[in-house]
């Protein structure tokens, strides 16, 4: 195959994975700050510890495969792949809890595919699926938001404590509560406005907290946009189709009915996922009209997973759902060349 | 000569030709039924007496099937070793039976015992193909065993937990805690744990072969000799 070389002068794009992965780090701030003035400094914890050994997991497997460590320890991928697992994780979950989950992101869903670019598999989201299947007892616990159990977020020594094992459990129970998509699931006989009065737990339209943390996702989200590190029709398709969904089911008022709309966007992970899950580069389809169609899928998954399933969350799994899918949309999707039949045949 | 042929039989049957690591066959079982050190070794058992019974049978008549029907016959011989096998465990260690359940009738369907009976007793004298089908067996178990050991203490954190169901009540001890307290990783006793270390023992003995053969490769070619001019074009970049 011979590659045509158009001839000089080139003009070098700036974008690069570096540059790429630095603008995400930067526009997961906002959403960082509210989690931690929301929730405590127990995602913070989660982040200074994922980070070192997420770098240190990937420097050692790089060496092992003969490959140059320090080029691609400098790309800031596996910072973000850290940064985005420590961000999904409960507050201050145990360390080893972290441990686990960036080398199962780290080692298995990136390296073990072949590295960066190759892996089929979102590699934070395998992390937190394998943490969520096997430990579902410590992926649940969740920090009560704002102080609504005990009067007061964790600091930066009691989140340290809790992420070491160091807290009673009588102190731990304290501080988690359930969250707003669980209560919506347990209590389906009562209605929405019940619920809202009875919980601390529910804010102004999403969650306490996490309205917060969802509107800082949103922004950091649009920046991403307006940097264009990604197209708008993944984010777009997931938003679109959950509200979609939402707007088809609720009826106003029953938890049977799922959440509002407003609700279903402004509470979990909605807008980690659109923005900064769904709009990986390299696991999302390679077409524009793939990624709304897959960004729709996961949408509806998200809502059928949140309304049935029994996982407190389900970006995650929608997002590797869809990651399998990928290759599949990216085929289904091409467009029609001119003088071929549909799929590539002749007509 | 003919020892020779044992060795290579024994050789193939364990390593090098691996029914479950580099044949892949019978991956249903294996990965099934290789949650725990005790199950893996109850269906290993199994499977070895099978395919020691039914590569026997093969092989002795061999000569007098017609060669268009011999896949029905070979089945038959199967399933009814099988059968067997499957009434002894349920009159000599019932529970491990029960815990078995559907996948020890299911050793019939297994592709590596109709794979031997096919590639190897159909063609070989019995003597050997009873040796054959003993050591594919062996290589089958002792894979079952090491998966089933390495999901039992990464998932459970324990060995040899409920071996009183193979070896009487006294067995019940036997259980080890080498973690003592341990978080249930349930990963590796689930679905896919099973597909996980399978393939990072497959990986493993690929990388155990690949050393040895660069061991070898070392030891029978002497070094090249000063003052070479061959230059080399590949290695590693960056």
Redesign the interface.
């Known amino acids: 195959m011979t590659l045509p070389r158009p001839s000089s002068p080139h003009l070098h794009g700036p974008a690069s994975t570096a540059r790429t992965m630095r603008d995400v780090v930067l526009a997961s701030a906002p959403g960082l700050i509210a989690l931690t003035v929301c929730f405590g400094w127990g995602t913070l914890v989660n982040l200074l510890w994922a980070v070192p050994l997420a770098l240190g997991c990937e420097a050692a497997i790089l060496h092992a495969r ?3 460590v320090r ?1 691609a320890l400098g790309d800031c991928s596996a910072l973000v792949t850290a940064l985005l697992l420590a961000i999904a994780l409960p507050p201050a979950a145990p360390w ?1 809890l972290v441990a ?1 989950g960036t080398l199962a992101a780290i080692g ?1 869903a990136k390296h073990l595919y072949g590295g960066l670019g190759q892996n089929p598999f979102n590699p934070a989201m395998i992390g937190y699926v ?1 943490l969520l ?4 007892l ?1 992926m649940t616990r969740w920090i009560a938001p704002l102080g609504a159990a005990s009067g007061a977020v964790p600091g930066p020594l009691e989140a340290l404590r809790g992420a070491l094992g160091l807290l009673e459990p009588a102190r731990l129970d304290a501080l988690t509560m359930a969250t707003p998509l669980d209560l919506l699931r347990q209590n389906q006989t009562l209605l929405v406005a019940e619920l809202w009065r009875g919980n601390p737990q529910f804010g102004r339209f999403g969650g306490t907290g996490w309205e917060w943390v969802n509107a800082g996702f949103l922004a950091g989200g649009l920046y991403l946009l307006w940097r264009r590190v990604f197209t708008w029709h993944a984010p777009a398709g997931m938003l679109g189709a959950l509200v979609l969904m939402a707007t088809l089911f609720y009826d106003g008022g029953s938890a049977a009915s799922g959440g509002s709309p407003l609700f279903h966007l402004f509470t979990g992970a909605t807008m980690l996922g659109a923005f900064f899950i769904v709009t990986d580069p390299v696991t999302a389809p390679a077409s524009t009209r793939g990624r709304l169609l897959a960004g729709a899928l996961v949408g509806v998954l998200v809502y059928l997973i949140r309304r049935w399933g029994n996982y407190p969350d389900a970006v995650a799994f929608s997002v590797l759902l869809m990651n399998f899918a990928a290759p599949l949309i990216d085929h289904l999707v091409q467009p029609r060349v001119y003088g071929h039949g549909s799929g590539g045949r002749a007509p | 000569m003919n020892d020779d042929r044992y060795a290579q039989v024994l050789r193939d049957g364990l390593w090098r030709n691996n029914g479950a690591l580099v044949q892949l066959l019978g991956l249903c079982p294996l990965l099934a039924v290789s949650g725990s050190v005790v199950n893996a070794l109850g269906m290993g058992l199994a499977t070895i007496v099978v395919l020691a019974t039914t590569s026997t049978l093969v092989a002795s008549v061999r000569n007098t099937v017609p060669n268009a029907i011999r896949l029905p016959v070979f089945v038959l011989i199967i399933a009814s070793s099988v059968t067997v096998v499957e009434l002894l465990m349920q009159a000599l260690a019932y529970g491990m039976y029960e815990v078995l359940g559907i996948f020890l009738p299911l050793i019939t369907t297994n592709c590596l015992v109709l794979g031997r009976a096919e590639a190897f007793a159909s063609r070989n004298p019995v003597a050997i193909s009873a040796f054959e089908g003993m050591m594919m067996g062996s290589g089958f178990a002792a894979t079952l065993i090491v998966l089933g050991a390495l999901r039992e203490l990464f998932g459970n954190g324990t060995l040899f937990a409920g071996m009183d169901l193979l070896f009487g009540p006294a067995a019940a001890a036997w259980e080890v805690r080498p973690f003592g307290e341990y ?6 006793v ?1 679905p ?1 744990g099973a597909f ?1 270390f399978t393939g990072l023992l497959i990986a493993a003995k690929n990388g155990i072969d690949a050393r040895l053969q660069e061991r070898r490769a070392r030891a029978a070619a002497p070094a090249a000799p000063p003052g070479s001019k061959r230059v080399r074009v590949t290695g ?3």
């Open positions: 003969d490959l140059p080029r080893w686990i298995f394998v299947i096997s430990f579902p410590e | 978080k249930h990783f349930l990963l590796a689930l896919p996980i590693h970049i960056g």
